[in-house]
């Protein structure tokens, strides 16, 4: 990483030039303007908090159902075919050798992911069958 970008005066004056490009962007719009004393009397924080609690409730509108659907047509039978093409009888030893890497090998995120992909595993087969 280049040694601007860990200077922390940088990323103090880029966050300051970032804030003043959104009040000006407030005081500018004529909707907008109206948000300024709030801005003034709570915070910029507050505003920004609020913006994300709107984004929050977007995203559980609009997206959340839709990431669910693919999850359920498209991810959970993808996981059980890579754990049955895993416990085929042909492939039984290659199999237990990915999954053995897979927990030993591949530290926390492996283990985390192996875990997972188990559970995921396992509720789609309660789900299909």
């Known amino acids: 990483?280049?040694?601007?970008?860990?200077?922390?005066?940088v990323w103090k004056r880029v966050f300051q030039i970032l804030t003043w490009l959104l009040i000006l962007a407030f005081i500018s719009h004529p909707e907008l303007r109206l948000l300024v004393p709030l801005l003034d009397t709570l915070g910029l924080e507050l505003l920004l908090g609020l913006a994300g609690l709107q984004v929050l409730d977007v995203y559980r509108e609009r997206v959340a159902p839709c990431a669910a659907l693919f999850?359920?047509?498209?991810?959970?039978?993808?996981?059980?075919?890579?754990?049955?093409?895993?416990?085929?009888?042909t492939t039984r030893p290659l199999g237990r050798v990915l999954w053995n890497l897979l927990l030993t090998g591949s530290g926390y995120v492996g283990t985390a992911l192996a875990f997972k992909l188990a559970g995921v595993h396992r509720a789609a087969r309660n789900t299909a069958g």
């Open 1 to 9: 990483m280049h040694a601007l970008f860990r200077n922390r005066n």
């Open 71 to 89: 999850v359920r047509r498209v991810l959970h039978p993808a996981a059980i075919a890579v754990v049955d093409a895993f416990a085929h009888g």
